[in-house]
């Protein structure tokens, strides 16, 4: 059993890691947001190399296509009163071949229990992208493409897997008009209603 500390104390430990430290090609900065009070959590994967540098999750395209979605404006999406935002590594991890490389698989082991503890009132957890989607669901359809698909079948466990918002996946929406049609609206709802 993990100690009990208070939210704000863990934060400060969260955001003073270096256990990635030598692996990180632009150094430790760990990005996140939560308050006790959060009923809705967004997991996404890592921090790009603009969030690393302003320290602000989801301030990118990926972001503002996020919010999109949610149908939620910046002041209300940055409310960690109300959304808490704890990506699977808290860390830019670097680049790869075909964008930025998976998120430090350290972070989740090393902290994502004990913040989930200190956080009552979540009702509605975002699961965005594999990273999260192969980590948190019960059960994994096999691609992104199906379990978004069969997103309903993770509500009853408080999940909603997505896709990545990012400029990359614009063909794969594009490929998949009924995540906008269908998809989306439901996640609107369902938003509405943790965040009344």
């Given at each position: ?114 913040l989930l503890e200190l956080l009552p ?76």
């Amino acid at each position: 059993m993990s100690r009990r500390i208070p939210l704000q104390d863990l934060l400060r430990e969260v955001r003073a890691c270096r256990l990635c430290e030598d692996v990180l090609p632009l150094g430790p900065n760990p990005v996140l947001r939560a308050a006790e009070s959060a009923r809705l959590l967004i997991v996404g994967q890592a921090p790009g190399t603009k969030v690393h540098g302003t320290g602000i999750p989801w301030n990118d395209p990926s972001g503002d296509r996020l919010r999109d979605w949610l149908a939620i404006d910046r002041d209300t999406f940055y409310d960690e009163s109300r959304i808490a935002i704890i990506p699977m590594g808290f860390c830019y991890p670097g680049r790869g071949k075909g964008g930025d490389l998976p998120p430090r698989p350290e972070c989740a082991a090393a902290w994502h229990a004990r913040l989930l503890e200190l956080l009552p009132d979540l009702q509605l957890t975002l699961l965005v992208g594999q990273y999260a989607q192969r980590y948190y669901l019960p059960h994994w359809y096999g691609s992104i493409t199906e379990n978004v698909r069969h997103y309903a079948d993770a509500l009853p466990a408080g999940y909603f897997p997505l896709p990545h918002p990012s400029p990359r996946n614009t063909l794969w929406l594009r490929q998949r008009p009924w995540f906008e049609k269908e998809v989306v609206p439901e996640l609107r709802r369902q938003v509405k209603k943790v965040l009344p």
